[in-house]
């Protein structure tokens, strides 16, 4: 299946590169912003880190530092009133306040470039190190480099000129971050699977009614030309099945046509070639010379030979035209097998007797006989008719033809063999097309018999094999088999 003339293939390919491109954008922005997100995380967790740090400095000298609120502590920190000593160093303090006016406040806003700054790693269990930074740094989160590796500094200026600096590895952030957006994609990158093939699966079950509609005309034979089912088709579809069907009918119309034209053309010779019969028998009885009576016994044959084959052709015109069809319906009555063979082989034994041949039936005798229903009388007697002229015409003098039947409630089964020269392995397939004759064999024919076995046996629904009657001999013979289904039955 080329995805260049499938249609569930491109729609499935279009979809897939749609849905990949979709999947594709929303990942990247779902990644980008998960991986914000949680630097944003990593800059809120570092900030709360050092102000964890920086409430433990001011607890040295203001302890109710350790139970203010975040929000009372963020205050303590903004205000320019000096941290307060310990109560004893207040005490001992006290009258020195009488005598000296309190210092100015010093706060710092800034770490001048190159001064050394006490910096805490997180990576490194919080152990503090002295960093000078070629830069200014200011209050809040900068990034700096660290012994050669870049960090995320947090500062905070505590009253009386303090300050508190924690740094975390800029590595372990953008490991962390990515982690995090990792772990947000996941999902879209597991769901993507399942989407496609949900989409597949849905455009398989779509287009299963097309699907259906294709294996329906391939299973056809070629002699079926109803319309085709349009059932459940897709809208879509409607207009090429109506299509395909307006083709059929036409097809069917015109070889209608066809069919009945050589139907006629077939019944219009054989009146003529009656007359000429009769007036070749009357002929022969006539006192001609001796040289005379060849030229009339071969005239006498060509005719028959004609009559025949222009009775096949009428036949099976109108088993191609579709007479049959209405014997289908018109004679599925109850009926018995034993009485339709005597009335095919009674004009036959005539023949079996010229050539001496030995002719046997199996299956009739062994039971009661079973009428037989639901299935057309005309079809079966059509087929075992030209199955045994076949038999009767190809098999030599002195040799054997035999006739096997077996029947069930379910299917009936019937076997004609015959010693005559057999069909090759290679043209058993061909020899169910009109006229076409078996070379080798030696003896006239019209190529018909066994194209109208197969056109009532897919009539009725039946199978039809060939095969060796005798395997390893020679001749090898030919064994047909035909089994047919059947209808309900009843004992008479």
Not at 284 to 304: F, H, M
Not at 402 to 426: W, Y
Request: aromatic share 6%; proline share 7%.
């Amino acid at each position: 299946m080329h995805w260049r003339t499938s249609l569930l293939l491109r729609t499935l390919l279009a979809v897939t590169g749609v849905t990949l491109v979709l999947t594709a954008i929303t990942a990247t922005v779902v990644f980008n912003n998960a991986q914000e997100d949680a630097l944003n995380e990593q800059d809120a967790y570092l900030s709360d880190m050092t102000a964890a740090f920086a409430r433990a400095d001011v607890a040295t000298v203001l302890p109710r530092a350790l139970t203010m609120s975040p929000d009372q502590f963020a205050a303590r920190l903004e205000s320019d009133e000096p941290l307060l000593m310990r109560p004893r160093q207040h005490r001992h303090m006290m009258h020195h306040r009488r005598l000296t006016p309190p210092p100015a406040p010093l706060r710092r806003t800034a770490i001048p470039a190159g001064e050394p700054v006490l910096v805490r790693l997180l990576n490194n269990q919080g152990r503090a190190e002295h960093v000078r930074f070629n830069r200014t740094l200011s209050n809040g989160l900068t990034t700096e480099m660290i012994g050669g590796e870049a960090y995320r500094l947090s500062l905070v200026f505590l009253p009386n000129g303090r300050y508190t600096a924690v740094a975390d590895p800029v590595s372990t952030r953008e490991a962390f971050a990515k982690s995090a957006a990792f772990t947000a994609i996941m999902p879209i990158l597991i769901l993507l699977p399942m989407v496609w093939l949900v989409i597949a699966l849905t455009l398989w079950c779509t287009l299963k009614p097309l699907r259906q509609t294709a294996e329906t005309v391939k299973s056809r034979p070629a002699s079926d030309l109803t319309p085709l089912p349009t059932d459940h088709v897709p809208t879509e579809v409607e207009p090429v099945v109506a299509s395909v069907n307006q083709l059929l009918a036409r097809v069917n119309e015109a070889r209608t046509r066809e069919l009945r034209f050589t139907a006629d053309a077939a019944h219009e010779l054989r009146s003529p070639l009656t007359s000429l019969t009769i007036e070749a028998e009357h002929l022969s009885r006539l006192n001609l010379p001796s040289e005379a009576k060849p030229i009339v016994e071969r005239l006498e044959s060509g005719l028959d030979r004609a009559v025949k084959q222009v009775s096949q052709l009428l036949h099976f015109a109108r088993a191609q035209a579709g007479e049959a069809s209405e014997n289908l319906t018109r004679d599925t009555q109850s009926w018995y097998l034993s009485e339709l063979l005597g009335e095919i082989l009674e004009p036959l034994m005539t023949q079996a007797d010229q050539k001496a041949l030995e002719f046997s039936v199996e299956g009739l005798d062994d039971t009661e006989e079973v009428a037989i229903e639901g299935v057309s009388r005309a079809a079966i007697q059509a087929i075992l008719r030209n199955l045994l002229e076949n038999a009767f015409h190809y098999t030599p003098e002195h040799g054997d033809v035999s006739l096997n039947v077996h029947q069930t409630k379910e299917a009936l089964t019937i076997t004609v063999m015959d010693t005559g020269p057999g069909i090759a392995p290679e043209e058993r397939d061909r020899v169910f097309d009109p006229f076409y004759r078996v070379m080798g064999s030696g003896l006239p024919g019209t190529g018909l018999g066994l194209a109208i076995v197969k056109t009532y046996v897919n009539m009725v629904g039946a199978t039809v094999t060939l095969d060796d009657a005798q395997p390893g001999h020679t001749p090898p013979g030919l064994k047909v088999t035909f089994h047919c289904p059947l209808g309900s039955h009843e004992r008479p």
